[in-house]
Nanobody, 124 residues
Framework: QVQLVESGGGLVQAGDSLRLACAGS????????MGWFRQAPGKEREFVAG????????TYADSVKGRFTMSRDNAKNTVYLQMNDLKPEDAAVYYC?????????????????WGQGTQVTVSS
């Protein structure tokens, strides 16, 4: 059983940056592929970024490529999402998730564990 806790959300202006963190506990964190998803009001949860546990290869949604960077620190059982040049359309609740498989999936249903989410609000 893995527990995930996100932090770092907040209210920022368009063009600003935020760094989200997701701390894991209760399992062999380094053996999990990790993903970041987001969900805005009235919309489905969507994939943002993922990092696998073999080699730390990252995958990004087209909407965030070049602006967001995902990384992991297995010594701290933590993954990060550095978000630069934020836009109003990036506003959402951001969730991290853990998947026991080796490859990054963009399908939310394929992840085994989820955090409670952290709110990101971007004003224009």
């Amino acid at each position: 059983q893995v527990q995930l806790v996100e932090s770092g959300g907040g209210l920022v202006q368009a063009g600003d940056s935020l760094r989200l963190a997701c701390a894991g506990s209760g399992g062999t964190f380094f053996r999990y592929t990790m993903g970041w998803f987001r969900q805005a009001p009235g919309k489905e949860r969507e994939f943002v970024a993922g990092i696998n546990w073999i080699g730390g290869r990252t995958t990004y949604a087209d909407s965030v490529k070049g602006r967001f960077t995902m990384s992991r620190d297995n010594a701290k059982n933590t993954v990060y999402l550095q978000m630069n040049d934020l836009k109003p359309e990036d506003a959402a609740v951001y969730y991290c998730a853990a998947d026991s498989r080796a490859v990054v999936s963009s399908v939310a249903g394929e992840y085994d564990y989820w955090g409670q989410g952290t709110q990101v609000t971007v004003s224009s």
